[in-house]
């Protein structure tokens, strides 16, 4: 499974496709895949039966997964796309750090 450097709570960018511009929170991750759910991006239509959570039915409208090649880190400072790096601090601890402005991205 490889290793993914965004995760569930990040803030992104979408850098590619139809929502380029567009940015969300990480929803989740499908490592396997490579691919995540952003909120308010890549939004689909379900036509969907009555049940449970929809009593009525109807057209459903939700997020649908994009890959994670589309999407960078929003970077801490400025919102703007950002590369990831990885540093150890003082303690020891090893962190993430936006790669333009040089801010630890907290999780």
Known sequence: MPKLQIKK?????VIAGKDKGKTGR???VFPK???LIVEGVGMIKRH???NAAYPDGGI???EASIHISNVQLADPRTDKPT???FK???DG???RYAKKSGEVIEQ
């Open 9 to 13: 709570g990040d803030k992104v960018v």
């Open 93 to 95: 601890t090893k962190v």
């Open 33 to 35: 895949k490579q691919r």
């Open 83 to 85: 590369r990831i790096g």
């Open 48 to 50: 969907t039966k009555p």
């Open 88 to 90: 150890f601090l003082e």
């Open 60 to 62: 459903i409208e939700r």
């Open 26 to 28: 990480v929803l989740k």
